[in-house]
């Protein structure tokens, strides 16, 4: 009997063991097939990119799940789309939504970029994760949704296709979770990152009941304004959506990004990590949007922004007539500035702003102390993420203390007071505004023979709070 007791527990840990290394064995073989030169880097409508896209069709088949493809672009585009439909589910009606794109960017300067972290690694853990699933149908109580995205590289554009015209489900609000998994191959030295956390109402519980020795570095938003993936698309229409990534370690759009050198142990241990998280998320009774959500995904900028700017730049007393001129100084200014966004193309922006002012004029160095109130309508386009446009509009400044080589100029012995013209360009990256202005003040300096006014031209910074 003990005999017995011990050759069956042999076998179930054999059996437990085989399981393991079989998940990591198809890890393995779906990123190196993903891979391969044969692919030719997966471009969008390319030979290759079909290739890709019939080997995960034939791995779904092998494992008896039905796919569908949706096309866009003129069929330029290709998503694979699944369902593994819960087999007694209490929330019948709800979808989770698991996605990794398996484009990739083609070739580099005539060498070609397999993409094996970016991202055939995704790609590998959602075939398996439907193999998955698809045997635990009795643990999961809401439908799961696969979407292998095409069309990531430039542009997001297959999943904001399948965020337009979702499939499988009646309606995207239906989705109450979009797992979103891009470059997960290179756990070998970092953490798995998961990130915009914040939309999603119950993560803690969820997060805390799914247990793992990963080591994770959770947080509430992605913060970049430069890198995106497709949990972009879903979050920006409210669905509440994660993103998981081992980061950017791996030799990022590059030649060198290859099968050999992903981490296929910590791809298990990712994928044993998402299968247990999706199996937690599809239990919890209120899954859905908190609420909160990144700036990046929302429609339009607030209306109202309030900024600290720092100015660095050179300026003028210009001289209009005769051939006498004032030469080059420097200025600086600091202060605050309000930007009220009346729509995404134009906005006013008022400045109250600290102006430091060395200029030099043919009597000697000028030095000034003044307020500046610069008042510019923004025109262009700002974006939550990124912005480009051009500004004019009125200054006002105040001299509050000059000096003549060094010496304090009188009341009277300069002229106070100046309204100048100001027109220059601005560019957004997120909260970060960077301008270059232009300032031409109208009034006279100085009432002597010679009319002297003021020019200045600034390279700015901003950041909104
Ligand atoms: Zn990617």
């Known amino acids: 009997m003990k005999r017995f007791f011990v050759i069956t527990l042999a076998i179930l840990s054999l059996n437990l063991c085989f399981a393991q290394s079989q998940q990591r064995e198809n890890l393995k073989k779906d990123v190196y097939f993903l891979s391969s030169d044969s692919l030719e880097g997966r471009w969008r ?31 330029l585009g290709k998503n694979i789309i699944t369902q593994i439909k819960a087999e007694n589910p209490l929330y019948k009606d709800e979808y989770i939504l698991i996605g990794a794109h398996y484009d990739h960017i083609g070739f580099r300067k005539g060498e070609i970029c397999n993409g ?27 439908n799961i949704v696969l979407v292998w995205f095409d069309f990531e590289e430039g542009g997001l554009v297959g999943s904001r296709e399948f965020a337009q015209n979702p499939m499988f489900v009646s309606s995207l609000s239906d989705i109450k979770l979009m797992i979103n998994l891009d470059m997960v191959g290179w756990y070998k030295n970092g953490a798995l990152e998961i990130a915009n956390v914040a939309m999603v109402k119950g993560w803690k519980e969820i997060f805390e009941s799914t247990k793992t020795d990963l080591k994770t570095k959770v947080s509430k938003y992605e913060k970049s304004v430069f890198t995106d993936s497709d949990y972009s698309s879903f979050a920006k229409k409210d669905i509440p959506a994660i993103t998981l990534t081992t980061g950017t370690d791996s030799p990022y759009h590059k030649p060198e990004d290859d099968a050999d050198l992903i981490d296929y142990e910590g791809m298990d241990r990712i994928c044993d990590f998402v299968f247990n998280l999706t199996v937690n998320a599809s239990n919890y009774k209120d899954l859905g949007f908190s609420g909160k959500k990144a700036d990046k995904h929302k429609d339009e900028r607030s209306k109202f ?26 200025t600086l200014n600091s202060g605050f500035m309000f930007l009220y966004n009346i729509n995404p193309w134009q906005g006013l922006e008022l400045g109250v702003l600290a102006n430091m002012e ?13 307020l500046s109130v610069p008042l510019t309508w923004n025109l262009g386009y700002f974006g939550t993420d990124v912005g480009i446009g051009f500004n004019l509009g009125l200054a006002y400044d105040y001299i509050f203390k000059a000096q003549l080589n060094e010496v304090d100029l009188k009341q009277g012995e300069f002229n106070p007071y100046d309204i100048g013209f100001v027109c220059g ?41």
């Open 45 to 75: 409508g390319t030979h290759g990119n079909a290739l890709a896209r019939e080997y995960i069709c034939s791995q779904l088949s092998e494992a008896n799940i039905e796919y569908s493809i949706q096309n866009f672009n003129d069929t």
């Open 116 to 142: 094996a972290d970016d991202n055939a690694s995704g790609s590998a853990v959602l075939i398996q994760l439907a193999r998955l699933l698809n045997v635990n149908k009795d643990k999961i109580n809401r």
């Open 305 to 330: 922004e309030f900024g600290l700017s720092f100015a660095l730049g050179s300026c003028n007393q210009y001289y209009h007539s005769g051939n006498i001129t004032g030469k080059n100084g420097r």
């Open 358 to 370: 060395q200029s030099k004029q043919v009597e000697g160095k000028f030095q000034a102390m003044k």
């Open 425 to 465: 360009f601005k560019f957004i990256f997120g909260k970060v505004g960077l301008n270059m202005s232009n300032k031409f003040g109208f009034l006279d300096r100085y009432n002597k023979d010679v009319k002297i006014t003021y020019r200045e031209t600034l390279f700015g910074l901003t950041y909104y709070f």
